[in-house]
Nanobody, 126 residues
Framework: QVQLVESGGGLVQAGGSLRLSCAAS????????MGWFRQAPGKEREFVAA????????YYADSVKGRFTISRDNAKNTVYLQMNSLKPEDTAVYYC???????????????????WGQGTQVTVSS
């Protein structure tokens, strides 16, 4: 089991930036891929970005490609999501998640993850 705690959300104007952090504890962080998902009011949870256990591979949803960057610091047991050029449609609760199995390729499906954080709200005003 792993505990995940997100931080860094907030209110920002369109075109602005935020960096989300997700601190992990309770499992060998460096062995597991990590992902970011988001859920807007009235919508289903959707994939945002994922990074492999080593950090060598990343994958992004088309809607955020070129604007968001996922990274990880295995020494700090933390994964980050740098969000630039934010749009009102990026408004959502953002969740980080840990892959259920170690040393797997990047996963984009929610079912591939078995531990989730509590979420952090990101609101982008127009």
């Amino acid at each position: 089991q792993v505990q995940l705690v997100e931080s860094g959300g907030g209110l920002v104007q369109a075109g602005g930036s935020l960096r989300l952090s997700c601190a992990a504890s309770g499992r060998t962080f460096s062995s597991y891929g990590m992902g970011w998902f988001r859920q807007a009011p009235g919508k289903e949870r959707e994939f945002v970005a994922a990074i492999s256990w080593s950090g060598g591979s990343t994958y992004y949803a088309d809607s955020v490609k070129g604007r968001f960057t996922i990274s990880r610091d295995n020494a700090k047991n933390t994964v980050y999501l740098q969000m630039n050029s934010l749009k009102p449609e990026d408004t959502a609760v953002y969740y980080c998640a840990a892959d259920r199995s170690p040393f797997r390729p990047v996963a984009t499906m929610g079912a591939s993850y078995d531990n989730w954080g509590q979420g952090t709200q990101v609101t982008v005003s127009s």
